[in-house]
């Protein structure tokens, strides 16, 4: 039982109402407290769905990355800086981005791995045309916004997740709305939701929020993988 952790989760004042007796978990003749955050894939879980733990995890990780390719980087050309940084750095920003829909607090370390890469100061002018123009990366906004369109547009061709599909909804297949213009241009039902910390954070809503936004040509059932995701990183370039 020593691997063996659980939480709960929901809003404060929820948490707050838990009986003591709540925070214990007997299996058989073992007993196991409640945890204040765990590991699920990589991602750190809390009680609270902010995942603030979580971006803060990853943020020490990759600035102490960065650290050390800082003492050796006179030693490398950018080349091989930029392979590292992608390896070590933009490869943790991406891992699972898309619960961070809504947060954007890893740009820091985008800002600071573009300078790592390009042997710039931290106080140097032209940042963002370094990473747009010279690296072209997209800013963690956009790469959060790239993986529910991604993932919607498998979904609505049938190579993604039956528990994803499900919610991919066209409103063109809803009953009294297949005549109205957003069933018209492809657009998905989004769904409300009550908690501002974690439901825009679903994939329920961000995957078709994120499709909605989209112009019609992304819309287009004939485009491949390749052509949409070209077409898809183009676009977001547009919003610099």
């Not at 080349?79 to 740009?107: M, P, W």
């Not at 600071?112 to 690296?135: G, M, P, Q, W, Y």
Request: with cysteine.
């Amino acid at each position: 039982m020593e691997k063996t952790e659980w939480l709960w989760t929901g809003t404060g004042s929820n948490l707050d109402r838990l009986p003591e007796s709540a925070r214990r978990l007997t299996l058989g003749n073992d007993v196991v407290d409640v945890a204040d955050a765990v590991r699920v894939l990589g991602v750190v879980v809390t009680p609270d769905p902010s995942l603030d733990k979580h971006v803060t995890a990853v943020s020490y990780k990759c600035f102490f990355q960065l650290r050390q390719l800082r003492r050796v980087r006179q030693s490398l050309d950018d080349e091989s800086v930029a392979t590292l940084v992608h390896a070590f750095v933009t490869s943790r920003i991406d891992y699972c981005n898309g619960l961070l829909a809504g947060a954007d607090k890893l740009q820091r370390v985008m800002n600071s791995a573009a300078r790592v890469i390009t042997n710039k100061r931290k106080f140097d002018h032209s940042l963002s045309h370094v990473r747009h123009e010279i690296l072209h990366w997209l800013d963690v906004p956009e790469r959060v916004t790239f993986k529910p369109c991604l993932s919607v547009y498998k979904c609505l061709h049938g190579i993604g997740p039956p528990y994803l599909s499900e919610m991919c909804l066209p409103i063109s297949s809803l009953p009294g709305r297949r005549h109205l213009r957003s069933a018209v241009r492809g657009q998905l039902a989004v769904p409300r939701y009550r908690l501002t910390t974690a439901g825009r954070r679903a994939f329920s809503f961000a995957g078709p929020s994120a499709w909605n936004s989209l112009p019609t040509y992304l819309n287009d059932h004939t485009l491949n993988l390749d052509n949409f995701k070209r077409f898809l990183k183009s676009f977001l370039f547009l919003m610099y």
